[in-house]
């Protein structure tokens, strides 16, 4: 009986892990002069469906997209470019990791 509930705490505590930057590693927005001596990891691409009529929560979301794939390469700081927003909102941003 008291399956379903398990079930059901794991959904909302995966939900409110993806909503939450406590979850996982913090990332810090950062511009290129704060990652000068950082190692570049990669480039890291954010989406999210909200696109132009929600153009600051659609921002957001892509930015948690594209914080994930930075996580998942270990970068501690991210550089962000100019988000696109049509009928779907994007952004690229560079990934480094920044020791000390």
Known sequence: MSTPWLRIAAVV??????????????IVDADEAAVAHCTFLQDVNG???FGERLKGPAV????????????KAGATHIVWGKPQST???TITGKAYRCDG
Do not use: I, L, Y
Request: proline share 3%; charged share 30%.
């Open 60 to 71: 957001e979301k892509a930015k948690e997209d594209a914080r994930g794939a930075a996580a």
């Open 87 to 89: 009928d779907v909102t």
């Open 47 to 49: 989406r999210s469906v």
């Open 13 to 26: 505590a995966t939900s409110a892990c993806s909503a939450n930057a406590w979850c996982g590693p913090k």
